[in-house]
């Protein structure tokens, strides 16, 4: 019987605790949140009228108020589950339906007077709406995980395990940016363009596939800000770090594609390194120090050759 009421005082308890209600938000980061969330559904606007490139940008501000929320609301010290929540929410129109959203409209508008054959016009549909499908769940995905293995101290914040959701779509919309607009500036000539344009859009689908894929992987990525630009560092790092950015400012969007594919791309080339290459150099170093233990045994003990 003791045991009974304790069981239901605890019920009961938990009963109190969801009928609670939210008296207290913090305004200011939770308005930039919410900025976030206005823009992601301003994109998917821009993208149904085939204003791609204008959805792109959309989606930029975006990443920038992602940003912002958080560090205002550590610098004001008002962090909260419910901001966490609403950053979330945000973040899965912003980053994931809206990228998916993009790629599936400016594809078919692509293939659209483009003949091909029924079953191969299929075929590609259904691997265009896999790809996005899966975009948009494994960001769903990435960002329960998130909220779930979250820690709020700042110092655990120094890598991310899978890419982080922003990230996948900067991959998405710099592609579409450079193709709509630098693409044509570098290249003049009209064939070569529309052959490049088109590489370009149809290994779309791929690419939102493995971004997607890359969101629920547990690659680490390092956090830039906390691990490259905080703390005490040397001045010519100071001094390099000054020419990434006026290069970056000066070409800014073929800056951004190098920067966000790069990124992407850093996480797996980072494990590929330490799976293979540090591994096998790990190897070499052992059995050279086995081979320059064995010759200082003998050295010290030169009864070990008579043995042998």
Not at 75 to 98: P, R, V, Y
Request: hydrophobic share 50%; net charge positive.
């Amino acid at each position: 019987m003791p045991k009974l009421k304790t069981k239901r005082a605890k019920e009961k308890l938990l009963r109190q605790m969801r009928k609670q209600r939210l008296k207290y938000i913090t305004i200011l980061p939770s308005l930039i949140t919410l900025i976030n969330g206005v823009a992601g559904f301003a994109a998917i606007v821009f993208a149904s009228q085939g204003q791609f490139t204008k959805a792109c940008y959309t989606l930029a501000l975006a990443m920038i108020a992602d940003v912002l929320d958080g560090r205002v609301a550590r610098m004001s010290k008002s962090t909260s589950s419910f901001g966490g929540q609403l950053d979330s929410l945000c973040d899965i129109i912003s980053f994931g339906i809206a990228p998916a959203f993009i790629v599936l409209k400016i594809f078919e508008a692509t293939i659209a007077d483009v003949e091909l054959s029924v079953a191969f016009d299929k075929l590609l549909h259904r691997f265009l709406w896999l790809a996005a499908g899966t975009y948009v769940s494994c960001t769903a995905i990435r960002l329960a995980r998130f909220n779930v293995e979250n820690e709020e101290d700042e110092s655990s914040h120094m890598s991310f395990i899978g890419l982080p959701s922003p990230a996948a779509a900067g991959v998405i919309i710099t592609l579409i940016v450079f193709k709509n607009q630098t693409l044509a500036e570098w290249v003049t000539k009209k064939q070569t363009y529309d052959l490049i344009s088109d590489i370009i859009v149809y290994c779309l689908p791929i690419i939102t596939f493995a971004v997607g894929i890359l969101m629920v992987s547990r690659v680490r990525y390092s956090h830039i800000v906390n691990q490259h630009l905080r703390g005490k560092k040397p001045f010519a790092y100071f001094i390099w770090i000054i020419i990434i950015i006026g290069l970056a400012v000066w070409y800014l969007q073929p800056a951004a594609m190098v920067i966000f594919c790069g990124f992407a791309a850093s996480g797996l080339l980072k494990l590929f390194y330490v799976k293979f290459i540090h591994k096998k150099s790990d190897y070499q170093i052992t059995a050279e120090q086995l081979k320059l233990d064995a010759v200082n045994a003998r050295e010290d003990n030169p009864e070990i050759d008579d043995i042998e």
